[in-house]
């Protein structure tokens, strides 16, 4: 994030933060798990549906912390093969083409989280809806972050092309 007094960068350590509190909930209630069970013989019942809950959650999270980020696969080789201005020009392209397909994520995740919203988990009295709506926060987040990028980009190419 290039100013991480700015509202992207406040939220992306409110996104990491909770990211980590999820992964910290999750690793205890393993550790609790493997002790009930092969300890105290008593094993938890929801433990191991409500950790994968958790890591759905973690997964969207961590997937929207990578775009400010840089982390997310790119092939670079191929892009940089074109002479100036072509490079930011597709790049510009595919964070444009990657917003429409958030945007599709969003949309489908909230119906998704409509339709699901009466399917509860057998072992805790949770919605399946909440499990769904990882994608669309996530989803949401990631729309945010690529947009600032995009933002970038265009300015970064703009800037080049009227030098030339």
């Given amino acids: 994030m290039e100013n991480s007094s ?7 350590r409110a996104v990491e933060a909770l990211g980590g509190l999820i992964l910290v909930m999750a690793t205890l209630i393993t550790i609790l798990q493997v002790l009930f069970r092969y300890v105290l013989k008593a094993p938890f019942i929801w433990s191991e549906e409500f950790t994968r809950f958790l890591f759905i959650w973690i997964v969207w999270l961590g997937a ?3 775009i400010p980020r840089g982390k997310h696969m790119v092939i670079e080789f191929i892009r ?3 002479p100036e201005p072509w490079p930011l020009r597709l790049k510009l392209a595919t964070e444009l083409l990657a917003l429409f397909f958030l945007a599709v994520v969003v949309v489908k995740g ?3 989280v409509d339709m699901t919203a009466r399917e509860f988990y057998v072992t805790f009295p949770l919605s399946v809806k909440y499990a769904y709506l990882a994608s669309v926060v996530g989803g949401a987040l990631m729309f945010f972050f690529l947009s600032l990028e995009f933002r970038t980009t265009f ?5 080049k092309e009227e030098k030339t």
């Fill in 6 to 12: 700015s509202f992207g960068g406040i939220l992306e």
């Fill in 80 to 82: 940089d093969r074109f």
């Fill in 64 to 66: 929207a912390l990578a």
């Fill in 155 to 159: 300015r970064r190419l703009k800037n």
């Fill in 110 to 112: 909230m119906s998704l």
